[in-house]
């Protein structure tokens, strides 16, 4: 039991970490210190798709679903399991990082823009 929700926390922590990514660039407009926080996560999720490098959380997500007497996740991993194909085609994987990646930049604009 404890397995499993060590399992579904860490997903549920995977989805917020991903929101966080795409939108906190924003939530900084409002609360300025968190800037630097985005911007570790912002690296965080640039490395992870450059160097291919594994999120902690999959590996967590991974390890408590074995534990738990269930299957883990597929060797692709937590984005392919849980959004490629579903959320969107895997054909468009590229232009839903681009997307990502403009929401991004766009928030950080915004964000040099207001401090002015």
């Known amino acids: ?33 968190t800037i630097w926080i985005h911007l570790a996560v912002a690296a965080w999720g640039v490395l992870s798709v450059v160097t291919g490098v594994e999120c902690p959380l999959t590996l967590v997500e991974d390890w408590a679903r074995r534990h738990a007497g269930e299957a883990g996740l597929p060797a692709s991993g937590f984005i392919d399991h849980y959004i490629e194909g579903v959320i969107y085609p895997e054909e468009y994987t590229n232009v839903a990082r681009l997307a990502v990646a403009v929401l991004v930049l766009f928030s950080y604009v915004g964000y040099v823009l207001r401090r002015q």
């Open 1 to 33: 039991m404890m397995h499993r929700l060590l399992a579904d926390a860490a997903m549920g922590v995977h989805f917020a970490f991903l929101a966080y990514l795409a939108l906190g660039g924003f939530l900084a407009w409002r609360w300025r210190r």
